[in-house]
């Protein structure tokens, strides 16, 4: 129905207030009033057409029933996918650098001793694996805290013995000779304080058990030893884990697993003083690579790498250590077999000659972006992504002159 035919009705109905029944002769057009035969009362009978297409009125059948409609939910827009790059390098041809400087960071304790001589007897096997006129220097740092005289400082057992033993100054049974009497002379952390315990004589760093603290320290004061255009190989020399290991907010313990504890707590005595705070592997690594930058870093080990450790004295697997060590994707032996240690340190000597020829890891320049894939020759590689350096860890660097591709994503 129309404007114009609602109109019509309402003005017949205003001038019509009584409507004749309805019978055979009512004439067409004209309204009237019949009984309904279910109802008790009087309807209003009307009939609308069908309109023409143009008509714009509504068929003459009941009104649909109302159907709910669901509410709208605006739907996001996808989000724009992420910003990406390709950084890309190739392989040298070459040795990347012509010197490498090796630094034992040694455990003191006495427990030790044996341990410590067989890695000054096989410091050849670790020189052997380098390449031919390779530069080499030597030093040894020991794992002593704050209060040592010798805390983050190039260790000497001796008056006239050199604090850095050089392959162009020295031959290499000198080296090895001075090595051996750094390695097997070296003195205690007593430290300075707590004499009020029995156990005063061990409080420094429970004899010398802080690496990572020595390590981290002497990376960040040293003067005389890391060269800036030279390779850096760090091994670890230790027994038991890292006495910062188990610092509050640093615990490196699975579950089921509980340090071994050390005569009159001294472990906890110096980790209360404050001396940890700060230490973890991360920092430790954040110092070695700022130090380094593009040049090759290799952190490895000489301890008890896994948890079949024998259960005499305080015979550790070596907690902290092995953590940063596998952070920065480095190599560990054991220290279980003191006649295999020679053997280990060829292994870590064969590393560091890989890392001096190729790549294997690099430092994205993206800001705000991590590696999403990794190609090596056109091949897709394995890779491992370390945040403390913002770099990735190549499985398989390829050869000599091989072009490495990191598509990296924000």
Request: proline share 8%.
């Amino acid at each position: 129905m129309n404007t114009n035919q609602l109109s019509f009705i309402l003005a017949l109905l205003a001038v019509s207030p009584v409507f004749s029944a309805c019978s055979p002769d009512t004439p067409e057009g004209y309204f009237c009033c019949k009984p309904s035969e279910s109802e008790d009362h009087t309807v209003i009978e009307r009939e609308i057409r069908p309109a023409e297409p143009d008509g714009g009125s509504v068929a003459n059948e009941p009104l649909p029933a109302k159907v709910p409609v669901a509410p709208v939910i605006p739907v996001s827009p996808p989000p724009p996918a992420p910003a990406c790059a390709i950084e890309s390098f190739r392989q040298p041809v070459g040795e990347l650098t012509r010197g490498v400087d090796i630094l034992f960071v040694t455990d003191t304790s006495g427990s030790l001793k044996e341990e410590r001589l067989g890695a000054a007897e096989g410091i050849l096997n670790f020189v052997d694996q380098l390449p031919s006129e390779m530069n080499y220097r030597i030093g040894v740092v020991l794992a002593h805290g704050q209060k040592s005289p010798w805390f983050a400082r190039l260790f000497k057992s001796a008056a006239g013995e050199s604090e850095i033993l050089e392959s162009s100054l020295m031959s290499r049974d000198q080296i090895q000779s001075e090595l051996r009497s750094k390695l097997t002379r070296v003195v205690l952390d007593y430290g300075t304080e707590g004499r009020e315990s029995k156990w005063y004589r061990n409080i420094g760093a429970d004899a010398g058990e802080a690496g990572l603290l020595a390590l981290e320290n002497f990376v960040k004061t040293d003067t005389s030893f890391i060269r800036k255009d030279a390779a850096l190989a760090v091994v670890f020399l230790a027994d038991e884990n890292d006495i910062c290991s188990i610092y509050p907010g640093f615990s490196v313990y699975p579950a089921g697993k509980k340090p071994v504890p050390s005569p009159g707590d001294t472990e906890g005595w110096f980790q209360s003083q404050g001396y940890c705070d700060g230490i973890t592997p991360d920092s430790v690594l954040g110092s070695l690579v700022s130090r380094k930058k593009d040049y090759p870093l290799l952190l490895s080990g000489i301890l008890y790498d896994s948890f079949s450790v024998p259960s005499t004295g305080q015979n550790e697997y070596g907690y902290g250590y092995m953590d940063l060590i596998k952070e920065a994707n480095g190599i560990s032996t054991s220290i279980a077999e003191v006649d295999k240690i020679p053997q280990g340190l060829g292994l870590i000597g064969k590393l560091m000659n890989r890392k001096l020829t190729r790549v294997s890891e690099y430092r994205i320049a993206t800001l705000g972006s991590r590696p999403v894939k990794v190609t090596v020759d056109g091949r897709e590689v394995m890779y491992r992504y370390s945040p403390a350096s913002h770099s990735v860890v190549l499985s398989d660097p390829g050869e000599q002159g091989s072009e490495v591709e990191i598509k990296v994503c924000q």
